[in-house]
């Protein structure tokens, strides 16, 4: 019978470089997660009218409203605006995430 393990056979098959490529990967992991809860993005509605500033992490920081986007009588438009803001701060972490987490892993955390 040839050399191998479970199906693997003929050389190429080294479990210590296989642990040591999994180890690398899970530094890189954590240094990305580090990275990523140090991180502030800020989104932006109605040409800056509304900010929503989250973490790396998804977690609301700040919410700025500007007084001229406060109308009693369309709360609705405010409402928009604040849910543009958040979406546009979301899709900057997602592009974060993509640029810092090792290839593969974004969108894991």
């Given amino acids: 019978m040839g050399k191998g393990f479970g199906g693997f056979g003929g050389g190429g098959f080294n479990m210590q470089q296989m642990m040591r490529q999994a180890q690398k990967m899970q530094e890189q992991m954590q240094q990305a997660q580090e990275e990523l809860a140090e991180l502030s993005v800020t989104g932006t509605a109605g040409g800056g009218l509304v900010q ?19 109308d009693p009588d369309d709360i609705e438009m405010l409402e928009d605006l604040v849910a543009a803001a958040l979406g546009d701060a979301l899709n900057k972490v997602a592009e974060k995430e993509k640029e810092i987490m090792p290839l593969g892993t974004a969108g894991l955390m």
């Fill in 52 to 70: 929503v500033t989250l973490s790396g992490k998804r977690e609301v920081e700040v919410v700025s409203i500007k007084p001229e986007a406060v």
